[in-house]
């Protein structure tokens, strides 16, 4: 079983027009001079706000605080674990942006569906390498709740927050976690992909011996999940988990090979309404129009959960977090000794999400000011 819809991929991006795009995976120097002509531009991006746990306590920085000679593979292990958390940290949040989209097959929609996929399979490509060192990821105590931080101290002051698809969603949650190293350098801002680029360096300076005993392979979305057994393997995993978020560190010239722009600039795209193009020795988003799409109005989560729901909200409450909790489970026995069905379980599992999700998307909040969504709650 791959983990795809029933629709095949290539048949989305043929109607979206994907694959006629010119490839941008940027993150800096030339992408340095991307303007937006009447509308908040990319460098001004401003932060969450500073509520939620922190999210490990800095513990990415208190890792990259050791020396260099002394990151050894327990210091590996330590980090994947770390990244474990960063990936499942995205998924529910770009999952309630895509869900309350109500046309699925929107331009918008395409975008989020293929950054969940590409999600997916990083997680799968985090839970590889850590099994290939010996170690065992620990996906259900990884689950966050909602609000929270980004795990490890990485992106201080970004809250990550659950709602429906609006715009400041899209720009202070979805690119606040993309954003690239350059030219959105923020003070204290340790990007996720300058973490993986130090994970890669440990590797290379470790060269610990790798496992395929555990290791799974899987098609998810777009891309084929394979186990790991060399070096140039990890960092071929590593590369295109970086390039698909942020952006490779060149230019927007570079081609990453899916025809996509990275997630950073995907999310651009949705935010300022068009297309990422290149006018003259310039980067801008004044392309073909991308529209924002009509979206139930979820509103956000608020800390501790939805406060005193009705019968009907709370069973809908209740059947979403026990299937999440499955997909939990499932997953964290696939890379245990449950292998390729334990997977297939996570996959059904979390496809049922989606059904509950959008019940309570339509259903109205007491007050007035939107509707209910999914918590994401992860079992106590």
């Known amino acids: 079983m791959s983990v795809t819809d029933s629709g095949s991929r290539r048949d989305d991006e043929e109607r979206s027009g994907f694959g006629r795009r010119v490839l941008l995976t940027a993150a800096a120097g030339a992408a340095a001079s991307v303007t937006v002509a009447g509308a908040a531009h990319a460098d001004t991006l401003p932060a969450g706000r500073p509520s939620g746990p922190d999210g490990g306590g800095g513990a990415v920085a208190r890792l990259l605080g050791v020396a ?8 590996i292990q330590d980090a994947l674990q770390i990244a474990v958390e960063l990936e499942l940290s995205t998924l529910p949040p770009y999952l309630c942006g895509w869900w309350s989209v109500k046309d699925r097959g929107s331009e918008a929609a395409q975008l989020i569906k293929r950054i969940v996929y590409d999600e997916m399979y990083h997680l799968g490509v985090v839970c590889n390498l850590m099994v290939a060192v010996g170690g ?18 990485v992106r201080p002051g970004v809250t990550v927050r659950l709602s429906g698809l609006t715009r400041p969603l899209v720009r202070d949650v979805m690119m606040a976690i993309e954003a690239p190293e350059e030219p959105l350098a923020r003070e204290g801002g ?35 999940l394979e186990p790991v057994t060399d070096l140039d393997a990890v960092a071929r995993s590593i590369e295109i988990v970086r390039e698909q978020g942020e952006g490779t560190s060149a230019s927007p010239d570079d081609a990453f090979g899916d025809d996509h722009p990275a997630h950073y600039y995907a999310f651009g795209e949705i935010y300022h309404g068009r297309r990422l193009v290149r006018n003259g020795d310039m980067w801008e988003f004044t392309g073909e129009a991308v529209p924002f799409p009509d979206a139930r109005p979820m509103a956000e989560v608020p800390a501790g959960g939805w406060p005193d729901p009705s019968p009907q909200v709370g069973q809908l409450l209740d059947r979403f977090d026990s299937t999440y909790a499955t997909v939990l489970g499932a997953l964290e026995s696939a890379w245990a000794d449950g292998g390729p069905s334990s997977l297939n379980t996570a996959v059904r599992a979390m496809r049922a999400l989606e059904s509950t999700a959008v019940e309570l998307m339509d259903l109205p909040l007491p007050d007035g000011s939107g509707t209910y969504g999914p918590q994401f709650r992860p079992p106590s």
Request: charged content about 20%; hydrophobic content about 40%; cysteine-free.
């Open 68 to 75: 260099e000679r002394d990151r050894d593979l327990g210091w």
């Open 136 to 153: 065992q990821p620990r996906i259900k105590d990884a689950a966050p709740n909602f609000p929270t931080a980004l795990p490890g101290g």
């Open 190 to 224: 340790l990007t996720i992909g300058a973490f993986y680029g130090a994970v890669l360096d440990a590797f290379r300076s470790v060269t610990p011996t790798l496992s395929t005993n555990g290791q799974l392979a899987q098609r998810i979305g777009a891309d084929d």
